[in-house]
Structures are given as C-alpha cells and as structure tokens.
Antibody
Framework: EVQLVESGGGLVQPGRSLRLSCAAS????????MHWVRQAPGKGLEWVSG????????GYADSVKGRFTISRDNAKNSLYLQMNSLRAEDTALYYC???????????????WGQGTMVTVSS | QSALTQPASVSESPGQSITISCTGT?????????VSWYQQHPGKAPKLMIY???KRPSGVSNRFSGSKSGNTASLTISGLQAEDEADYYC??????????FGGGTKVTVL
C-alpha cells in the first residue's frame, strides 16, 4: 500500500525553527517528485514547495522563499521541510504529497499523507 | 503567485449537474495544460479527481470531467450525489517550478 506519514509538527514560538519529515512506503520513492502543501485552520490549500526525484529541480512559494528548505533522502525514502524564522501565518496542517507519474516534475499530486500540524505562537 | 479564483460555494439538487470555474492568468492556467482538481471532505486529506485539465485517475467516477478555455479551467460534476458534497480545489503549474491553488469551492447537495 502506498503511504505517506508526516511527523515533526508541534507548537513553536515565532522566529524559531522546525523540521518536518515525511516517510514514504509502498512505491519507488526515488522515481517520484514530492511536494509540501499546507492548510491553515478553516482555510484553503496552499502549495509550499516541491522537489523532483533527484533534487535537481526545487521550487518554493513566495510566502516561504528564503525561510523554508525542502530536501529528500532517497536512501531513507524520506522527504523533509526545514522551516526557519517561523511566523504566526505559517500555522497550518502540513501535507506531503507524491506526484502521479514517475520521472515527471510537472504533475498532479495523487497521494497525500494525513498531515502534521504546525502551530506558531508565543 | 496569486491564488486562482473559484466561486466560494455552489449548490444543486441530487441528480443535477454543476460546473466549478477556476480562473487564473496567462502565466498559469492559460500557459500550461497542467490544471488538476482535488476533492476534500471535512477532516480528510485531498483526493485527486482530474489531472492535466481533463484526465481522470483510475478509480475516479466518470461523473467528474474537466476542461479549459483560455485562462479558465472548469470541473463539471454530473448526476450529483450526496457523497459529492465536499470542498473542491483547482491547482495549476505556474512556471519556475511553482504551483498555485484556487481558494476552494464548497459544494452543497441540497
């Protein structure tokens, strides 16, 4: 079964850092681009960042550029999001998502995890 | 990276059809045939319903269809059923390795 499990969320003070992880199983992880998408409480989806299968292409939303860093460890079947200089507006449920087609970056997100909640508050 | 524009809500009776619009710009929806649609029930993760504008993933009902004209993409749900009541989001590739979502549309089955 294809599965994505996020972890690392929690309560953090503004200005501090947090690192999210996404453990993948049930598919050949290093064949697929991966993304982070977030959803603030009661709000819509917001794309955060994406990385292709070999980390050769990476993108960020303007709202997180310069503060967040996406990475992956294909040997560990894991995706990461390093979040620095956190702000109250970063408070959200963070989902990791796999793309539909192997070796294709510009693709839809076909499998999603259940998310990990990040709350930024003093 | 401005959010794509969707109607906040759409309501219709069971068995009828609805169409949800998703308006972007020539930099995103209008430039790429890379619009996808997601269904999200309360407390659940999103589910992919349409990709590349009009293609359905395996297992998605053929009551769901997608199209695009210019800078506007559309999702049509025919034969509306109670289980279709959910939030729907469009998403488009926006160039420079970035993606943008719409604000979401709440579908109510009367």
């Amino acid at each position: 079964e294809v599965q994505l499990v996020e972890s690392g969320g929690g309560l953090v003070q503004p200005g501090r850092s947090l690192r999210l992880s996404c453990a993948a199983s049930g598919f050949t992880f290093d064949d697929y681009a991966m993304h982070w998408v977030r959803q603030a409480p009661g709000k819509g989806l917001e794309w955060v960042s994406g990385i292709n299968w070999n980390s050769g292409s990476i993108g960020y939303a303007d709202s997180v550029k310069g503060r967040f860093t996406i990475s992956r460890d294909n040997a560990k079947n894991s995706l990461y999001l390093q979040m620095n200089s956190l702000r109250a507006e970063d408070t959200a449920l963070y989902y990791c998502a796999k793309v539909l087609t192997p070796k294709w970056f510009y693709d839809a997100f076909d499998i999603w995890g259940q998310g990990t909640m990040v709350t930024v508050s003093s | 990276q401005s959010a794509l524009t969707q109607p906040a809500s759409v309501s219709e009776s069971p068995g009828q059809s609805i169409t949800i619009s998703c308006t972007g710009t020539s930099s995103d929806v209008g430039s790429y045939n890379l619009v996808s649609w997601y269904q999200q029930h309360p407390g659940k993760a999103p589910k992919l319903m349409i990709y590349e504008g009009s293609k359905r993933p395996s297992g998605v009902s053929n009551r769901f269809s997608g199209s695009k004209s210019g800078n506007t993409a559309s999702l049509t749900i025919s034969g509306l059923q109670a289980e279709d009541e959910a939030d729907y989001y469009c998403c488009s590739y926006a160039g420079s390795s970035s993606w943008v979502f719409g604000g979401g549309t709440k579908v109510t089955v009367l």
